[in-house]
């Protein structure tokens, strides 16, 4: 994460068969326009919310690849830790 320091983040969730997957095109057009200002964004993607993610880490980057263009950096799919 060193390499992200001093930088603005945005951490998203992702799902790649959820209703919401065209945010993919608008995290994209935002990180291009901002990215060389000191902006990032990553997405992780996770399966624990409606099992909206079911597929393998190399399906899920290829599937943000070619439909969204997204060239921000996704991590590998991780389950989250929920507190009550």
Known sequence: MD???GKVVIVVNTASK???TPQFKELEELYKKYNGKGLDILGFPCNQFAKQDPAGNEEIQSFCQLNYGVTFDMFQKKE???RD
């Open 3 to 5: 390499k992200y320091k």
């Open 18 to 20: 959820c209703g919401f």
């Open 80 to 82: 989250l830790l929920i």
